[in-house]
């Protein structure tokens, strides 16, 4: 006869905090959200820890090069999604790890023989006054001059003047090496009285440009999540399938992590990628493995030495897997399930590995009780998608602004490998939908609020860091009812704006 799993499977709605004593210590500013994103051994520190618990799905329409930067800036890691091919993958991978904090790539490249009317032009789009010339018009081109608010009087000049008639040349320019240090960057820009240093290699190209102002900017991030070698961390996903020609460019790329993407990942294919991975690259290359809803699942995986453990089928914003296929387990449910296997298999082995909560975060909130729950970190698609840096344009849907999101298993995204059972035939049906999620600017200021409101919910329950909270959060179930309870109730609120609230 099949198993029946015991009570019933919840979601993180279902669920409420009961505070606990907050001493006057209990602030937000004295707490840390620090944790382990690989396994490690009792007494040891993990190789690499994420200085907040998020990390980005592997999808399309979430994971890019600028959210790779951005969320690395903010103390997180993104997983640069494997629907594409292991060349472009393994480029994005680089580009994130080229990127230099600081170091500014102009979006306003200018040629020599532009016009005066073609800067303003350029000006009144960007917004940028500062804008190199390269031989090729290109941001990585030979640098031959910059030209400056500075250079030219528009109201004056002759509008059909050439570039190299009034820029500041090549020879007159200070510039910096490219292994110039951004604090050095600024301390040159103090001393030599400069709003901005190009910075070029030893063929005189440009390799960025330093701001004044961006060495600030720069110095307010101390979570910004770094390797051995100042270069930001990043993340890549991987399938089942073709893991012998992929995983050797990410690794090549820089990427610190692969994560195998998968919706279903109590499977031998896992086993067989990351068998490959040990004997290929020994412990050296970290890997994650996913998705398990239930002990068994985690601990075959664990077996199997995956680095972290992805948990969550069925929960996710865009994903219709419970309809179609009839799999899933209630989020909540199946992350309480598989942290405690968690901690029995580190008890039992000495060996902690860490549990991702993957999909279905939908309020600020519920990271904190997937935290309490038992997660380490937790991976999110709706929540980054809504930001400038996820890879899609924001758009305008009647008088709204939106970003497109679509699921990984959608008919647009076309990542059948992500479904793969191993038969050569191409899956006939999706798992996931296209969808529009509210635009939600820029990710620092959204990341930073959200965080906010975790620290000070984990000084509700008397916590300071996240294994504080593991073990002194106390939940409950909620009933329906004192679910209506929970929202305002019984008044008429006189500003709708005020109830629509995504997080
Ligand atoms: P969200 O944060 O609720 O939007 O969920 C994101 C997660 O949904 C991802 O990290 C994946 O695990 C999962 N996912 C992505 N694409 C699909 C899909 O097309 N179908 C089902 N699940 C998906």
Redesign the pocket.
Known sequence: MATFFPGESHTFSEYLLVPGYSSSECIPNNVSLKTPLTRFKRGEEPEISLNIPMVS???QSVSGVDMGVALATEGGISFIYGSQTPESEAAMVKAVKDHKAGFVESDSTLTPDMTMEQVIALKDKTGHSTMPVTDDGTPRGKLLGIVTSRDYRPSRDDHSKKVAEFMTPRAELIVGDKDITLKDANDLIWDKKLNALPVVDDNDHLVGIVFRKDYDSHKTNPNELLDANKRYMVGAGINTRDYAERVPLLVEAGADVLCIDS?EGYSEWQKRTIEWIRANYGDSVKVGAG?VVDADGFRFLADCGADFIKV?IG???????RETKGIGRGQATALIDVCRARDEYFEETGVYVPVCS????VYDYHMTLALAMGADFL?????FARFDESPTSRVNVNGQYMKEYW????ARARNWQRYDLGGAQKLSFV??VDSYVPYAGSLKDGVNGTLYKVKSTMCNCGALSIPELQEKARLTLVSATSIVEGGAHDVVVKDSQQTVSYN
């Open positions: 799905a592997i999808m919706s998705n969550g929960g996710g914003s865009i994903c219709i897997t993957d999909g279905g975060i991976m999110l698609g709706r929540y699921g990984e298993g959608s798992e996931g």
